[in-house]
């Protein structure tokens, strides 16, 4: 069956860059979007690769794509950019797949 | 604003029912496709379902099917999840969401209801 795999952990010290990958074969068909959660909250959506970011996300989040690779970049990481973020692909055309999450420390 | 607002979470014992209702507010419901998620204590996202814009369609993971229904209705800007044989794996936090670009991607979440499953 398909997956997305997902670091499940990475850390950042603040104000530097830090890339989150998430890897399945689904993503050299369709393009991934990235949700943002924190501990007690919906997920939010930061940014799909080739679209433009929702309203209200800073432009320190972009997504981008190659192959079977899809990457946010957090550019100039806050202490609020701590969360778990889930990638996430359509599977067989009209399902959902999420990756299982990478969880941003900011030091 | 738009909202989301999903309720009917409840302890269930096994084998047992529940139907969640999720009423939107805030922009035109029916353009839209509408989907379920849920989280397990501790996991991750799994996506459950989605529903086409007039309710003719709906697509599921494999784990649910025959056992959920989703389900919609454009005049009360609501939308259903129907869930029988419930286990102990079906424990989770249900989140509503939308569905952006015909059936593409989830661009709102609402808050979610949790739903326990337990003897």
């Known amino acids: 069956s398909s997956e997305l795999t997902q670091d499940p952990a990475v850390s950042v010290a603040l104000g530097q860059t830090v890339k989150i990958t998430c890897q399945g074969d689904n993503l050299r068909i369709y393009y991934a979007c990235w949700y943002q959660q924190k501990p007690g909250q919906a997920p939010l959506l930061v940014n799909c690769d080739g679209r433009s970011r929702p309203s209200g996300i800073p432009d320190r989040f972009s997504a981008s794509r190659s192959g079977p690779t899809a990457s946010l970049t957090i550019t100039g990481a806050q202490a609020e950019d701590e969360a778990d973020y889930y990638c996430n692909t359509r599977d067989r055309g009209d399902y959902q797949l999420f990756g299982g999450g990478t969880k941003v420390t900011v030091l | 604003e738009v909202q989301l607002v999903a309720s009917g979470g409840n302890l269930v014992h096994p084998a047992g029912s529940l139907r969640l209702s999720c009423a939107a507010s805030?922009?035109?419901?029916?353009?839209?496709?509408m989907a379920w998620v849920r989280q397990a204590p501790g996991k991750g996202l799994e996506w459950v379902a989605t529903?086409?814009?007039?309710?003719?369609?709906?697509y599921y993971v494999d784990s649910v099917k025959g056992r959920f229904t989703i389900s919609r209705d454009n005049a009360r800007n609501s939308v259903f999840l129907q869930m029988n044989s419930l286990r102990a794996g079906d424990t989770a936090v249900y989140y509503c969401?939308?569905?952006?670009?015909?059936?593409?991607?989830?661009?709102?979440w609402g808050p979610g209801t949790l739903v326990t499953v337990s003897p």
């Open positions: 805030g922009f035109g419901f029916q353009p839209f496709f």
């Open positions: 969401a939308r569905v952006f670009g015909g059936n593409s991607f989830i661009d709102f």
């Open positions: 529903i086409h814009t007039d309710g003719s369609t709906a």
